[in-house]
């Protein structure tokens, strides 16, 4: 079936500007995670969605950063204002039934703020 | 808690192995491995639950000693394919988030 999906692939804005990156995950998945990968670094925790529970948002480094999923699928993630430190990759992650499984990763959005 | 791991970066020839570990000051309900080829997205490896147990996958190995909140990745008899960056994630018994550590990096040179 089909993986992780994200949109779009690369994102030029200039400083200042809103951003919006969306992550398709896998049907059934319940559980999904939004990361940010700066070169050469590892995987920062955001965001993670568990089914109807209230989100775990102790990761979002600022509040221009936030982030939504719609019907328990597609998610959102909103970078307001961006600043060049935002530059990164952000990936998606979705699981079956939460951080307890594996996690099916997204090919990553790549976003450079000038 | 971020999980800590060692050594950051390892060099090896073909065939040579490898340990790569893994270490949080919380006690942990799990822990997996990940690895991320340059410019791909991480791929999972492996789950290990408290309980000590420990999986292979290929020639691709690990362990979990739960009362050390430790788990260390075994590399066998290495391929050039394993190059990569591998993260350890953890799950402590008192959250339900995976926290992924800074990563190693190995490379195997032919």
């Known amino acids: 079936g089909a993986g992780v999906s994200q949109s779009p692939s690369n994102k030029v804005t200039e400083k200042g500007k809103d951003v919006e990156l969306r992550c398709d995950p896998i049907?059934?998945?319940?559980?999904l995670y939004w990361y940010r990968q700066s070169l050469g670094q590892g995987l920062e925790f955001l965001i993670y969605?568990?089914?109807?529970?209230?989100?775990?948002k102790s990761g979002l480094p600022s509040d221009r950063f936030s982030a939504e999923r719609t019907g328990g699928s597609v998610s959102t993630l909103t970078i307001q204002r961006t600043q060049q430190e935002d530059s990164a990759v952000y990936l998606c992650?979705?699981?079956?039934?939460?951080?307890?499984?594996?996690?099916?990763f997204g090919p990553g959005t790549r976003l450079t703020v000038l | 808690q971020q999980p800590v791991q060692s050594p950051q970066a390892v060099i090896l020839r073909e065939g040579e192995d490898a340990v790569i570990n893994c270490s949080s000051s919380?006690?942990?309900?799990?822990v997996h491995w990940y690895r991320q080829k340059h410019g791909e997205a991480p791929v999972f490896l492996m789950i290990?639950?408290?309980?000590?147990e420990q999986k292979g996958h290929e020639k691709i190995s690990a362990s979990f000693n739960e009362k050390k909140q430790q788990s260390s990745l075994y590399l066998t008899a290495s391929q050039l394919s394993y190059s990569g960056t591998y993260f350890c994630?953890?799950?402590?018994?008192?959250?339900?988030?995976?926290?992924f550590g800074e990563g190693t990096q190995l490379t195997v040179n032919p």
């Open positions: 992650a979705s699981s079956f039934r939460g951080s307890y499984n594996e996690q099916f």
């Open positions: 049907s059934g998945h319940t559980a």
């Open positions: 969605f568990q089914g109807n529970s209230a989100p775990d």
């Open positions: 919380k006690a942990l309900y799990s």
């Open positions: 290990l639950l408290k309980g000590g």
């Open positions: 994630g953890t799950v402590e018994t008192s959250g339900s988030r995976l926290t």
